[in-house]
C-alpha cells in the first residue's frame, strides 16, 4: 500500500513558546548592580554677574571703590579698579596664599561694610578649582567661635571676567 505524502500528521503543530528565564535572571542581578555603582553627584550652581559694556568713562565724583580679585599664574592681587593695587601674594610652594586673600578682604569688608559686589578676574589657562577656591574666600569668611565655625558674607555679588595683560612681561 503506497502512503500519500498529504496524509502525514495534520494539525498537531504546537506553537513554541519563547523562553526568557536566562534574560530574567540577568535583569535581576543587572539592575540592583547598576544602581548601587551609579554615581550620585551634587550639583551646585553658582550665581555669576557679568560685568555690563559700558562705553563711556565714569566721572570722577561717581568713582567708587570697586573690589578686583585678579588670579594669575603666579600669585593673587587683590585691587580696586580706580584707585590700582592693595596687595599682591605670591604663591606658596604648596599653591596659592588662600589665607593672606581672605585676611585682606576681612579688612576691606572692616573698611567698607556696605560693599557686596566683587570681580574676579582671571588669566588664561587658571584651574577651575583654583576660582572655586577664590570664588568661595570672596564671597564669605569662616571664622572659628565658641568651637563653631560661623560664615560671615563678604562679598557674596560676584562678577568673572579675564585679567588684564600683565605688566611684568606676559598674560
Known amino acids: 500500500m503506497i502512503r500519500s505524502r498529504r496524509g502525514g500528521r495534520r494539525g498537531n503543530r504546537e506553537t513554541a513558546e519563547l523562553n526568557i528565564t536566562a534574560f530574567m535572571n540577568l535583569m535581576v542581578i543587572l539592575v540592583p548592580f547598576l544602581l548601587i555603582t551609579a554615581v550620585f553627584s551634587?550639583?551646585?550652581?553658582?550665581?555669576?554677574?557679568?560685568?555690563?559694556?559700558?562705553?563711556?568713562?565714569?566721572?570722577?565724583?561717581?568713582?567708587?571703590?570697586?573690589l578686583e580679585v585678579t588670579v594669575r599664574k603666579d600669585?593673587?592681587?587683590?585691587?580696586?579698579?580706580?584707585?590700582?593695587?592693595?596687595?599682591?601674594?605670591?604663591?606658596?610652594?604648596?599653591?596659592?596664599?588662600?589665607?593672606?586673600?581672605?585676611t585682606k578682604l576681612?579688612?576691606?569688608?572692616?573698611?567698607?561694610p556696605q560693599k557686596t559686589d566683587a570681580s574676579i578676574l582671571l588669566e588664561a589657562d587658571i584651574a577651575y578649582d583654583t576660582?572655586?577656591?577664590?570664588?568661595?574666600?570672596?564671597?564669605?569668611?569662616?571664622?572659628?567661635?565658641?568651637?563653631?565655625i560661623k560664615r560671615y558674607d563678604l562679598f557674596p555679588v560676584?562678577?568673572?571676567?579675564?585679567?588684564p595683560v600683565n605688566d611684568e612681561g606676559g598674560a
Open 42 to 66: 551634587r550639583l551646585a550652581i553658582l550665581e555669576l554677574n557679568l560685568p555690563g559694556s559700558s562705553t563711556e568713562p565714569a566721572d570722577p565724583q561717581d568713582q567708587t571703590f570697586q
Open 75 to 102: 600669585r593673587l592681587e587683590v585691587g580696586d579698579r580706580n584707585q590700582g593695587l592693595l596687595g599682591t601674594y605670591e604663591n606658596l610652594p604648596d599653591g596659592y596664599d588662600y589665607d593672606a586673600l581672605s
Open 106 to 112: 576681612h579688612e576691606i569688608k572692616e573698611r567698607y
Open 131 to 148: 576660582l572655586v577656591q577664590v570664588y568661595d574666600r570672596v564671597a564669605v569668611r569662616e571664622a572659628v567661635e565658641d568651637d563653631a
Open 158 to 163: 560676584i562678577s568673572i571676567g579675564d585679567a
